[in-house]
């Protein structure tokens, strides 16, 4: 049967890559890559790379904005849910902030800067009535050498991750029943939460976090965006690197992936030793007795992060939309002077051919994956044994290893393997990271499909294979095209991945909208972005829209 | 104004391995005899057919629609097809040339025709990567050319071009300032009055951070006025002159620093980020390579109307842009036919106004005929657009070599953070 050969594919492709690219990394880190003429072993790239200048500070500011990322998103996340799961707001909450999931990280960025800035929207509503300023203020907010807007760029996009794999793991940590012992106890809500389902909560969603971690430890586009030039985090160093007209560079660029791999362990540790320091503290605050129940502030805090954050990545995307159509926009107006198609009828004939490439690369890998992700779940149906422990750390593989340290191996492997840096290469790098997020979000619903229905056919006398097309894959219809949409979210966002493999030779939207952020022209990365955004939601469209016409005359399968 | 794009790179290393690999598998096409660009009907008969890969730098989108239409009208005149490869950095296409040679494929290369100057025809010249013998002066158009008083169309920073490129159009640094906001009496009249003027008004000067081009054209604008001896810029550095005359403009630039924009806590990334600053009121004074260009930014919208031009009475750095064939260009044909077309009366004037690209010819009009002249006179150069006698004086551009000594030292002094 088919499905048998699910599993091992999906290890391949998982492990494959990273592997085959860490090796890609670490032997000419070494000075080992004949293509370039480095046939022994030698230190000279570490030499090189600890000679460069600023390098020290490159590193720490890739590790703080790391941990900073992650202990101030899962702060809100933890806030948000302690307080108010459950409840009617959560509900409403949760429609404003999904969808900001597939508003990729380039796009939410910009969208950020736009309104940080100090000529940017919230100066110009709040000028000259309130601050007195007829010009903008010599402020260093964006590109800002401690790195904050770069940390705020992370935290808004990784808040909607974190949130809703803590949404997909509430089910199995019987949070209600829990809240209800805890509250006869005495418990406030974040306490009880804290106390009660907290532990064994985090245990399912730790990967996830790690993949924060990892993730922005080695951001390459929101550091270009948003990120210290002077000097940049160690990621964008290292594309730079990679990217040197000469060649010897790249032993150095090299070097510096794998400095990168160290600095995300080094990050992932760190982030080790502050679990046990909250374990201890948590510990020591559930023996001290006290029931917290004054906790109004905090819930409220962690309902308006949750509202400022959905609410600061709209107002971003609507200025990127506004700014795609501005005339001249001088500071302090709040709208344009005019309004111009301009800028879009340039774009417009040069923007086919990246557009046709995003089309091609998303949809196909996103077919590929989501096919993968039901072999292994129709096997797993098979055999009744779910993926363990360790299969989850096999699909997080790709999300934990820095970007940066593996691709650049990769490049080199497919270039030595001869497969050169086409469509069919690109698709398999797309693959690497679009496949963890389609079966993260088709498993759930897979494994929660109630089996009586399979029961009742099976008693009819149909085969298993009629069962699964006819009964089980239309039924999960919904989540099926919701992880395709995911998926194809994820294709449409890769930055590095897209650049790297596809040698500058295939141009997606997101790589031309970061190229152009680098052009400064607000209204052309206002088309782009725009576009970058424009095409996860139409993803997500049909994903709603197909199901709701099959479905509309099965009222029982309709959107609850 | 060639490669304005250095911050984001797109073209890693795969692509500069692909002719390796491929001269395993391609023998090289037996190729027609070598062409002569004086037998030009010989030139025209062999190009007919021929499709030429034009290797430009593609960031600014009136460039690409212009070569668009020069590609139309070879396709319709002379049945060549032009296909635009757009680059990031023109050093990438140069990488690819070199890349091509060592894998020995001096046939049929990928190039057949680039947009270069300076440091980058510098190093395909050493490297004996171009078409030659001298071609550029036997195009039937080169009679128009303005050598005599253009001295950079036959000197591409202090290296003679020998004909082995052929002159596209000229480029001069000039300054912008918003009349709204600034008062002209008071504006800078050199580099040293440029300091007085930032020191007087905090955090509204800036410059693009070097290795950009425009941020390396301004260091090299300082050093060019404040050097001791401008001889020395003529040759290539060496440490002992390098050390001499790079001191006043790191001194110069100290001085400067806590007057930029953030402090020099950061910089713009190139040019049309400047615009931006300049459109936003961030910064009052910018600088640009290209004397049309904020008449080309008023009537897109991007800047107010009321942006002006002005240069620095003891000069400004100036120089040629050109177009080279590689010398294994597969369709050098096509690429003379092209070169030469670009340098018509017609498409230069084309090319001149500010709502096409703006870019100041290299013909001279003295040499032209009434009609052609006429083609010229009807451009509105555009109100932010200086005449081309109130340009001031031409300072020559340093030796390659200084710009990337100097992007160095830049980077150590001031590219790490305090």
Same mark, same amino acid.
């Given at each position: 049967?088919?499905?048998?050969?699910?599993?091992?594919?999906?290890?391949?492709?998982?492990?494959?890559?990273?592997?085959?690219?860490?090796?890609?990394?670490?032997? %000419?880190?070494?000075?080992?890559?004949?293509?370039?003429g480095?046939?022994?072993?030698?230190?000279?790239?570490?030499?090189?790379?600890?000679?460069?200048?600023?390098?020290?500070?490159?590193?720490?500011?890739?590790?703080?904005?790391?941990?900073?990322?992650?202990?101030?998103?899962?702060?809100?996340?933890?806030?948000?849910?302690?307080?108010?799961?459950?409840?009617?707001?959560?509900?409403?909450?949760?429609?404003?902030?999904?969808?900001?999931?597939?508003?990729?990280?380039?796009?939410?960025?910009?969208?950020?800067?736009?309104?940080?800035?100090?000529?940017?929207?919230?100066?110009?509503?709040?000028?000259?009535?309130?601050?007195? =300023?007829?010009?903008?203020?010599?402020?260093?907010?964006?590109?800002?050498?401690?790195?904050?807007?770069?940390?705020?760029?992370?935290?808004?996009?990784?808040?909607?991750?974190?949130?809703?794999?803590?949404?997909?793991?509430?089910?199995?940590?019987?949070?209600?029943?829990?809240?209800?012992?805890?509250?006869?106890?005495?418990?406030?809500?974040?306490?009880?939460?804290?106390?009660?389902?907290?532990?064994?909560?985090?245990?399912?969603?730790?990967?996830?976090?790690?993949?924060?971690?990892?993730?922005?430890?080695?951001?390459?586009?929101?550091?270009?965006?948003?990120?210290?030039?002077?000097?940049?985090?160690?990621?964008?160093?290292?594309?730079?690197?990679?990217?040197?007209?000469?060649l010897?560079?790249?032993?150095?660029?090299?070097?510096?992936?794998?400095?990168?791999?160290?600095?995300?362990?080094?990050?992932?540790?760190?982030?080790?030793?502050?679990?046990?320091?909250?374990?201890?503290?948590?510990?020591?605050?559930?023996?001290?007795?006290?029931?917290?129940?004054?906790?109004?502030?905090?819930?409220?805090?962690?309902?308006?992060?949750?509202?400022?954050?959905?609410?600061?990545?709209?107002?971003?995307?609507?200025?990127?939309?506004?700014?795609?159509?501005?005339?001249?926009?001088?500071?302090?107006?709040?709208?344009?002077?005019?309004?111009?198609?301009?800028?879009?009828?340039?774009?417009?004939?040069?923007?086919?051919?990246?557009?046709?490439?995003?089309?091609?690369?998303?949809?196909?890998?996103?077919?590929?994956?989501?096919?993968?992700?039901?072999?292994?779940?129709?096997?797993?149906?098979?055999?009744?044994?779910?993926?363990?422990?360790?299969?989850?750390?096999?699909?997080?593989?790709?999300?934990?290893? %820095?970007?940066?340290?593996?691709?650049?191996?990769?490049?080199?492997?497919?270039?030595?393997?001869?497969?050169?840096?086409?469509?069919?290469?690109?698709?398999?790098?797309?693959?690497?990271?679009?496949? %963890?997020?389609?079966?993260?979000?088709?498993?759930?619903? =897979?494994?929660?499909?109630?089996?009586?229905?399979?029961?009742?056919?099976?008693?009819?006398?149909?085969?298993?294979?009629?069962?699964?097309?006819?009964?089980?894959?239309?039924?999960?219809?919904?989540?099926?095209?919701?992880?395709?949409?995911?998926?194809?979210?994820?294709?449409?966002?890769?930055? &590095?991945?897209?650049?790297?493999?596809?040698?500058?030779?295939?141009?997606?939207?997101?790589?031309?909208?970061?190229?152009?952020?680098?052009?400064?022209?607000?209204?052309?990365?206002?088309?782009?972005?725009?576009?970058?955004?424009?095409?996860?939601?139409?993803?997500?469209?049909?994903?709603?829209?197909?199901?709701?016409?099959?479905?509309?005359?099965?009222?029982?399968?309709?959107?609850? | 104004?060639?490669?304005?794009?250095?911050?984001?790179?797109?073209?890693?290393?795969?692509?500069r391995l692909?002719p390796f690999?491929?001269a395993?598998? &391609?023998?090289?096409?037996?190729?027609?005899?070598?062409?002569?660009?004086?037998?030009?009907?010989?030139?025209?008969?062999?190009?007919?057919?021929?499709?030429?890969?034009?290797?430009?730098?593609?960031?600014?989108?009136?460039?690409?629609?212009?070569?668009?239409?020069?590609?139309?009208?070879?396709?319709?005149?002379?049945?060549?097809?032009?296909?635009?490869?757009?680059?990031?950095?023109?050093?990438?296409?140069?990488a690819r040339i070199v890349a091509e040679k060592t894998a020995g494929k001096?046939?049929?290369?990928?190039?057949?025709?680039?947009?270069?100057?300076?440091?980058?025809?510098?190093?395909?010249?050493?490297r004996?990567?171009?078409?030659?013998?001298?071609?550029?002066?036997?195009?039937?158009?080169?009679?128009?050319?303005?050598?005599?008083?253009? %001295?950079?169309?036959?000197?591409?920073?202090?290296?003679?071009?020998?004909?082995?490129?052929?002159? =596209?159009?000229?480029?001069?640094?000039?300054?912008?300032?918003?009349?709204?906001?600034?008062?002209?009496?008071?504006?800078?009249?050199?580099?040293?009055?440029?300091?007085?003027?930032?020191?007087?008004?905090?955090?509204?000067?800036?410059?693009?951070?070097?290795?950009?081009?425009?941020?390396?054209?301004?260091?090299?604008?300082?050093?060019?006025?404040?050097?001791?001896?401008?001889?020395?810029?003529?040759?290539?550095?060496?440490?002992?002159?390098?050390?001499?005359?790079?001191?006043?403009?790191?001194?110069?630039?100290?001085?400067?620093?806590?007057?930029?924009?953030?402090?020099?806590?950061?910089?713009?990334?190139?040019?049309?980020?400047?615009?931006?600053?300049?459109?936003?009121?961030?910064?009052?004074?910018?600088?640009?390579?290209?004397?049309?260009?904020?008449?080309?930014?008023?009537?897109?919208?991007?800047?107010?109307?009321?942006?002006?031009?002005?240069?620095?009475?003891?000069?400004?750095?100036?120089?040629?842009?050109?177009?080279?064939?590689?010398?294994?260009?597969?369709?050098?044909?096509?690429?003379?036919?092209?070169?030469?077309?670009?340098?018509?009366?017609?498409?230069?004037?084309?090319?001149?106004?500010?709502?096409?690209?703006?870019?100041?010819?290299?013909?001279?009009?003295?040499?032209?005929?009434?009609?052609?002249?006429?083609?010229?006179?009807?451009?509105?150069?555009?109100?932010?657009?200086?005449?081309?006698?109130?340009?001031?004086?031409?300072?020559?551009?340093?030796?390659?070599?200084?710009?990337?000594?100097?992007?160095?030292?830049?980077?150590?002094?001031?590219?790490?953070?305090?």
């Open positions: 049967m088919i499905a048998r050969l699910g599993p091992p594919l999906a290890i391949l492709l998982l492990t494959g890559p990273v592997l085959c690219g860490l090796a890609g990394t670490i032997l %000419p880190a070494f000075g080992y890559l004949p293509a370039l480095g046939t022994r072993f030698t230190l000279a790239p570490m030499r090189d790379l600890l000679a460069e200048p600023g390098l020290v500070r490159s590193v720490l500011t890739s590790l703080a904005v790391a941990l900073t990322t992650a202990i101030i998103a899962l702060t809100i996340v933890i806030l948000f849910v302690a307080g108010w799961s459950g409840t009617r707001i959560f509900g409403r909450i949760l429609h404003l902030v999904s969808p900001l999931l597939s508003v990729p990280h380039a796009a939410a960025a910009f969208g950020l800067a736009f309104l940080i800035a100090p000529s940017g929207m919230i100066a110009r509503l709040l000028s000259p009535w309130l601050t007195g =300023w007829r010009q903008p203020p010599d402020l260093l907010i964006v590109n800002d050498p401690l790195a904050l807007s770069m940390t705020a760029g992370l935290i808004v996009k990784e808040i909607p991750f974190l949130l809703l794999v803590t949404l997909a793991a509430l089910p199995q940590v019987k949070r209600a029943e829990t809240r209800a012992l805890t509250a006869s106890l005495g418990y406030g809500r974040i306490a009880g939460f804290l106390f009660g389902v907290w532990p064994r909560l985090y245990s399912q969603i730790r990967l996830a976090v790690f993949a924060v971690i990892a993730f922005s430890s080695s951001v390459v586009d929101v550091a270009q965006i948003l990120g210290p030039t002077l000097p940049p985090p160690l990621a964008v160093r290292i594309v730079g690197w990679a990217n040197d007209p000469d010897a560079r790249h032993f150095l660029a090299a070097a510096g992936a794998l400095l990168q791999l160290g600095v995300t362990a080094l990050a992932l540790l760190v982030w080790l030793l502050l679990e046990r320091l909250a374990g201890a503290v948590t510990r020591r605050l559930r023996q001290s007795g006290r029931r917290w129940r004054r906790e109004a502030v905090l819930r409220h805090a962690g309902l308006a992060a949750m509202v400022v954050i959905a609410a600061t990545v709209g107002a971003g995307l609507a200025l990127l939309a506004i700014w795609s159509v501005a005339g001249l926009w001088q500071f302090p107006e709040t709208l344009p002077g005019s309004f111009t198609t301009s800028t879009w009828m340039q774009a417009v004939p040069q923007i086919a051919r990246p557009l046709g490439i995003t089309l091609a690369c998303g949809l196909l890998s996103t077919l590929i994956a989501v096919a993968i992700t039901l072999l292994c779940l129709t096997r797993e149906l098979q055999t009744g044994r779910p993926g363990g422990r360790g299969a989850l750390m096999l699909l997080y593989l790709p999300l934990i290893v %820095p970007e940066a340290a593996f691709l650049f191996g990769l490049q080199i492997f497919f270039l030595a393997s001869g497969a050169g840096s086409g469509l069919p290469t690109l698709v398999l790098a797309h693959l690497v990271f679009v496949m %963890p997020y389609v079966f993260l979000s088709l498993s759930g619903p =897979w494994r929660a499909f109630d089996r009586r229905h399979e029961a009742v056919a099976a008693g009819l006398g149909k085969s298993r294979r009629t069962i699964l097309f006819r009964i089980r894959l239309p039924m999960l219809l919904r989540p099926i095209l919701t992880a395709a949409a995911v998926g194809f979210a994820v294709s449409v966002g890769q930055y &590095l991945a897209t650049v790297m493999i596809g040698a500058g030779r295939l141009p997606t939207v997101t790589t031309e909208a970061v190229a152009l952020a680098a052009g400064g022209n607000r209204r052309v990365i206002g088309v782009y972005a725009f576009l970058q955004m424009l095409l996860p939601a139409a993803g997500f469209a049909v994903a709603i829209i197909v199901p709701a016409l099959l479905f509309r005359r099965r009222r029982a399968m309709r959107a609850g | 104004m060639l490669n304005p794009a250095s911050g984001i790179p797109t073209e890693p290393f795969v692509r692909i690999l491929a395993f598998f &391609l023998a090289g096409p037996a190729l027609a005899a070598d062409i002569d660009p004086a037998n030009w009907s010989d030139v025209l008969a062999k190009a007919r057919g021929e499709t030429v890969y034009f290797d430009a730098w593609g960031g600014s989108q009136n460039v690409n629609a212009y070569i668009e239409w020069a590609g139309g009208e070879m396709l319709k005149r002379y049945g060549v097809k032009i296909v635009e490869v757009k680059l990031a950095d023109t050093a990438d296409a140069v001096d046939k049929g290369g990928s190039v057949d025709l680039i947009w270069i100057n300076g440091e980058n025809f510098a190093s395909m010249k050493r004996h990567l171009l078409f030659g013998p001298g071609w550029a002066e036997k195009l039937p158009n080169w009679k128009y050319v303005d050598f005599e008083t253009k %001295p950079t169309i036959r000197t591409d920073f202090t290296i003679p071009v020998d004909g082995l490129e052929s002159p =596209w159009g000229m480029a001069k640094l000039v300054f912008f300032y918003d009349q709204a906001r600034t008062d002209p009496a008071t504006l800078p009249k050199s580099a040293k009055d440029l300091l007085a003027w930032a020191s007087e008004h905090p955090g509204r000067f800036s410059y693009p951070q070097p290795p950009d081009f425009m941020g390396s054209t301004f260091l090299k604008q300082v050093l060019s006025e404040l050097v001791p001896d401008p001889s020395v810029l003529q040759k290539p550095v060496n440490e002992a002159t390098f050390s001499q005359a790079a001191e006043p403009l790191f001194a110069y630039l100290d001085a400067l620093k806590p007057y930029l924009w953030r402090h020099g806590e950061a910089y713009p990334k190139n040019y049309p980020a400047m615009k931006q600053l300049m459109a936003d009121g961030e910064l009052d004074i910018i600088f640009a390579f290209n004397p049309a260009e904020a008449s080309g930014a008023i009537e897109q919208g991007q800047l107010p109307d009321t942006v002006r031009s002005f240069t620095f009475p003891s000069g400004t750095l100036a120089n040629t842009h050109f177009v080279a064939i590689p010398y294994n260009a597969a369709a050098k044909a096509g690429a003379l036919v092209l070169a030469n077309f670009l340098l018509s009366p017609e498409a230069q004037a084309r090319k001149q106004d500010p709502k096409i690209w703006g870019d100041p010819t290299v013909l001279a009009m003295s040499k032209l005929d009434a009609e052609d002249r006429a083609r010229f006179d009807a451009i509105d150069l555009g109100v932010a657009t200086l005449k081309p006698n109130e340009l001031g004086p031409a300072l020559p551009e340093p030796h390659p070599s200084w710009m990337e000594r100097i992007e160095r030292e830049w980077k150590k002094r001031y590219g790490v953070g305090n």
